[in-house]
């Protein structure tokens, strides 16, 4: 029996299998699938191999899981299975300090590299605003960004090479030097369903000489995004650019006391790290460009606890807005920066036909938007309502040359959505390179492709 292949694998503490630990799993931050068979926490690539090999001879799926953060469904086992939590691999095993650069296991959460790197003046760029539970496993199979990923560049651009188990259960290693095919960016944004990472070489980053953070405040949403896209315009990319109307900049405050203002109709705030000299050639620009748009004040933070305050407000936003609503939903698009203010007033029409309360925080800079849309649960009226919302956001991103997903990825929610912005041709091409790795889809299915785009008309 499958349960006892796996204790007699990988140990009695490293497999769980009664009911009541079984039911957390069927959870990420978006949705409920179902209880996998079994939850295995593994120490090594070789206990993954393992487990692998036995879940192909009992026909069972499997699911990785690192903090289970994600907003799409990815880490949800759909059809049961067996999934694999990395909460138990989470250590740095090799630390090069002169090459910047360190081989981490899976389950490392974020912050915590960051944290330990800081002696040697490093850190790990790529900080979604869930660092401080979210794993690089879990990022490396979103593609995770975050607000200082305008200037740094996402998950992808921080991963050098990666140890990965493959749906046979063999350990294979991608290059580190980047010759020939590049299947280290293939794997990353995967979504666990072309292997599983069972370690990864990431690129670290010498902290900054200097960093200022500015909160510029503005009378509107429409002003505030016109200003983004003049800066973007004017070749002016600053480390973080970051959006925040009156709703979202209320509850944070309230929660927070960050130091936002509180009576503008949006506010932007903006980090640059870099050299001194730079950075008074960055402020000059920045603060001519948000006059010329409005801005009714502009601040800058005068100290580390200033900066961290206002950070902390930014990055615990999902968390204030539990004092607004029963439930939100949050939705991720992105769109060309040059067309915000036409895809935030496009949100703002949306919640209004149902009448709905819509906050926006965003990464203004990266046009990655964020609309969280209040609601209570308990209505069905709402719940049609606010899918309804979703489903208009989504597609006037599309209409405005966007895309479904900025960072959280497509996971289970948004597969349907994917033939707003692939053909059927496209999507048979991925489909082909899921062949390669995972044949009979046996990790994570149900995820990415929508319903139907595997069947074999379509791959014809
Ligand atoms: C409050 C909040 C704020 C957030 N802010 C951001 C943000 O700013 N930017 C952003 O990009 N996201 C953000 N997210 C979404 C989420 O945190 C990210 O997608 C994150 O990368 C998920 O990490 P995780 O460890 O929780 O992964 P999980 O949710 O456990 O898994 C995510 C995906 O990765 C796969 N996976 C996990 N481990 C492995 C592995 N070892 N090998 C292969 N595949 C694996 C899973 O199967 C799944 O498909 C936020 C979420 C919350 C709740």
Not at 150 to 159: A, P
């Amino acid at each position: 029996m499958l349960v006892s292949r796996l204790l007699d694998a990988v140990g009695a503490d490293a497999v769980k299998f009664a009911p009541e630990d079984l039911s957390v799993y069927a959870f990420d931050g978006y949705t409920q699938g179902r209880a996998p068979s079994a939850v295995v926490l593994p120490r090594s690539a070789a206990d993954v191999s393992a487990v692998v090999k036995i879940a192909r001879e009992f026909g069972e799926p499997i699911v990785p899981r690192g903090a289970g953060t994600g907003l799409c469904g990815g880490a949800v086992p759909i059809e049961g299975g067996i999934v694999i939590s990395f909460a138990r691999m989470n250590r740095i095993l090799e630390l090069d300090v002169r090459g910047r650069r360190a081989r981490v296991q899976p389950g490392l959460v974020n912050l915590d590299l960051s944290t330990r790197v800081a002696a040697h003046d490093l850190f790990f760029a790529p900080d979604p605003s869930s660092q401080k539970v979210s794993t690089i496993g879990g990022n490396i199979g979103t593609n995770a960004g975050g607000p200082h990923c305008l200037q740094y560049g996402t998950t992808v651009n921080h991963v050098l090479g990666l140890e990965i188990v493959d749906s046979f259960g063999e350990v294979f290693t991608t290059t580190l030097d980047g010759a020939g095919y590049d299947l280290t960016a293939a794997l990353v944004g995967s979504e666990g369903t072309l292997g599983i990472v069972t370690s990864a070489w990431v690129r670290l980053q010498r902290l900054p000489e200097s960093v200022r953070v500015w909160v510029a405040a503005f009378p509107s949403i429409d002003a505030a995004s016109e200003a983004v896209s003049a800066i973007v315009a004017a070749g002016i990319i600053p480390t973080a650019l970051e959006m925040m109307d009156r709703v979202i900049a209320q509850a944070v405050e309230a929660a927070f006391h960050a130091g936002y203002p509180t009576d503008a109709g949006a506010i932007l705030l903006i980090e640059n790290a870099g050299f001194e000299d730079d950075m008074r050639a960055c402020e000059e620009g920045l603060y001519r460009i948000v006059h010329a748009n409005g801005a009714l004040s502009w601040h800058t933070a005068r100290s580390q606890s200033e900066r961290d305050a206002l950070w902390a407000g930014r990055k615990g936003a999902a968390g204030a807005v539990g004092r607004l609503a029963q439930n939100y939903y949050l939705q991720d698009v992105c769109v060309p920066r040059s067309k915000l203010p036409q895809a935030l007033r496009a949100v703002e029409a949306a919640a209004r036909e149902h009448r709905l309360i819509v906050g926006n925080v965003f990464h203004a800079g990266d046009g990655n938007l964020h609309p969280m849309i209040l609601y209570d649960k308990r209505d069905p009226l709402q719940v049609a309502g606010v899918i309804e919302t979703g489903n208009a956001i989504l597609s006037s991103a599309v209409a405005l040359g966007g895309t479904v997903s900025g960072e959280h990825g497509i996971g289970y929610e948004k597969r349907e959505a994917m033939t707003q912005i692939y053909s059927t041709g496209d999507l048979a091409t991925m489909a082909r390179v899921r062949d390669v790795f995972d044949p009979t889809l046996m990790f994570n299915p149900e995820k990415i492709f929508p319903s139907g785009a595997r069947c074999p008309e379509v791959r014809a």
